[in-house]
């Protein structure tokens, strides 16, 4: 019976994992929709995604002649935090092309 409930929370976990996807969100300046960012970092977010734990990506900064492509994306290894620590916790992989 305790092997049974197990494997079932097993199936259930991988269902929930391999059910939620990977997802990726290119924004584009300048009409070019190139997905080739140079700058990749983490950015933390959560409280169902509300509150930002980290500082605002600044592009100005980041690229003084203009950006060209912001990416922002979750990859399986952020999806299972986020699932672990939902609403708690997601992080988010950003990536800046400039011009």
Not at 18 to 39: L, P, R, V, W, Y
Not at 61 to 69: A, D, F, L
Request: aromatic share 8%; charged share 15%; with cysteine.
């Amino acid at each position: 019976m305790h092997h049974a409930r197990i494997t079932a929370l097993a199936l259930l976990a991988a269902f929930c994992v391999g059910g939620t996807g990977c997802m990726s969100i290119f924004f584009h300046n300048d009409g070019t929709q190139s997905k080739a960012t140079e700058q990749d970092g983490l950015h933390h977010i959560g409280v169902f995604n509300l509150v930002e734990f980290s500082e605002p990506v600044n592009l100005a900064e980041r690229c003084p002649n203009g950006w060209r492509t912001v990416k922002t994306e979750r990859g399986p290894l952020a999806i299972l935090l986020s699932i672990l620590a939902q609403p708690i916790y997601g992080p988010m992989t950003v990536g800046v092309g400039c011009r």
